[in-house]
């Protein structure tokens, strides 16, 4: 987000399951398959930005894909994270 600007986020629905498409900026995820990897969005090439709020219970997040460090995340409290292009690994926000 740019500051003074407005920022349009898009959001979608998916169910968890071990792959992941990053298709939107704030994903909702349904059930509790443990999620281990996530597909950029925008591809590799670039960092961004991804919200994941879980909304039908706990969630994990496992490291044996493209996410860098495993966490259970807890249903409606939304989750940050960062793909960096550098690591080819998404980066979770220390507050979770």
């Given at each position: 987000m740019?500051?003074?600007s407005i920022s349009k986020m898009t959001e979608s629905t998916v169910a968890s399951a071990a792959t992941v498409y990053a298709k939107t900026d704030?994903?909702?995820v349904?059930?509790?398959t443990q999620i281990n990897t996530i597909i950029p969005g925008l591809g590799t090439a670039q960092g961004q930005f991804l919200v994941l709020n879980p909304v039908s219970g706990a969630l994990t997040l496992g490291t044996s894909g493209?996410?860098?460090?495993?966490?259970?995340?807890?249903?409606?409290?939304?989750?940050?994270l960062v793909y960096s292009k550098t690591a080819q690994k998404?980066?979770?926000e220390s507050g979770v």
């Amino acid at each position: 987000m740019i500051p003074g600007s407005i920022s349009k986020m898009t959001e979608s629905t998916v169910a968890s399951a071990a792959t992941v498409y990053a298709k939107t900026d704030i994903m909702h995820v349904t059930g509790s398959t443990q999620i281990n990897t996530i597909i950029p969005g925008l591809g590799t090439a670039q960092g961004q930005f991804l919200v994941l709020n879980p909304v039908s219970g706990a969630l994990t997040l496992g490291t044996s894909g493209n996410i860098a460090v495993g966490v259970a995340l807890v249903q409606n409290r939304p989750a940050i994270l960062v793909y960096s292009k550098t690591a080819q690994k998404w980066l979770i926000e220390s507050g979770v």
